[in-house]
């Protein structure tokens, strides 16, 4: 009896101090996350980091909200918020009192933060925010101006016509698009906004639109990110549906400006030649490269989270729906396919591949598979 005693006591008192949640400041929460953790660590103890708000974008999607904190009221940044559980609708503002509950993180050894965590307000300041309605051209005039990551104090209702459209995510009912500026063929991004009283419809090219947020800086971006957006007038702009293989949607896609997303629906057809991001069944997506030769692939086009009720595997041909986009990220240029869905796909070769007996060799730069003397390519298709 007193072993099973001394056994509970010792399990409760471990239980506690697992419990035990410790209280830092900010500078204690910096010091402690980027002292004691490596590049992208998370801590294993909970701790709750107090500070008032000095930057925040105002806005919470999905009940959560990004903020800095610091020791005292102003403009200094020194721990991050990043993605945290607001217990209430309201947004928080520059001056508001927190705490936050959870686990420290050091993303990418220069930043230390706290991600998911729980927000308890200890004080709300009053704050008149001034709704400032502008153009694109406006918009993006106050943007550049802007340090990077800089936010705007106020809220800008920002009017202008789609340009194009990054994708569109029913689940959320949100859109990501682009407005381009008239004058200078600037263009600015309503990032992941939140469309209003939309019944189902989505912005499409050439629709007028509202964008309601505080304007950020982001990677010389000029963008409201996890606004609101409102469809003042639908254009009824139908785009051209164009067909091209792989190399001749590379060939296309180079030609856009860095990061340019097409207004026109491309069907591309050609062969899944590896996988960038696994099948979800969850979300029903899954990103792959593509190529027109399954034996010379050349990792230059990206289906990028393609919609799909089923796992495309490598070897497959496909023709994938969606908007051709230039992705330039470090210097690094991908042609990708966004927004998409799978149009059709065939089938696999006749489970050749996983038979000890098939064998693969190349010919003339195309694969072929050979069973009991007969010629196959890569779809199944017999060769005479």
Known sequence: MKKIFLFCAVFMTAMSMNAAITNMTCAEAKAATLDNLQADEVGTDSVAVTGYVTNTNGQISRGQQTF??????????????????????????????????????????????????????????????????VSVCEAIAEGEALNDKEITPDVFAVEGVVSSVDGTYEQYN??????????????????????????????????????????????????????????????????????????????????????????DIYVVTGYCDSIAYAFSEANGNMSFYMCDDIAAPAYEFEAYRVKTNVEITVGQQVSVVGHLKKYVKDEVVTIEIVDGYIEGQATAVENLRGETTAQKFIENGHLYIVKDGVRYNVLGAKIK
């Open 174 to 263: 949100q859109a990501t698009f682009w407005m381009t500026c008239e004058n200078n063929n600037k263009k600015f991004e309503a990032y992941y906004v939140t469309m209003q009283e939309n019944d189902g419809y989505f912005p499409q090219i050439g629709d007028t639109v509202s964008v309601l947020g505080k304007i950020t800086k982001y990677n010389d971006i000029i963008e409201i990110s996890n606004g609101k957006a409102w469809i003042l007038a639908k254009s009824g702009y139908v785009p051209d549906t164009i067909r091209m293989n792989v190399a001749e949607a590379v060939a296309e896609g180079k030609q856009f400006e860095d990061n340019e997303t097409s207004n």
């Open 68 to 133: 800095w904190l610091d020791d005292v009221k102003g403009t200094t940044q020194t721990f991050q918020a990043y993605w945290c559980n607001m217990p209430e609708d309201t947004p928080l503002n520059v001056g508001d009192k927190v705490t936050i509950k959870g686990f420290l993180t050091n993303y990418k050894g220069t930043t230390a933060e706290m991600k998911n965590g729980d927000v308890v307000i200890l004080e709300r300041v009053a704050v008149q925010i001034d709704t400032i309605e």
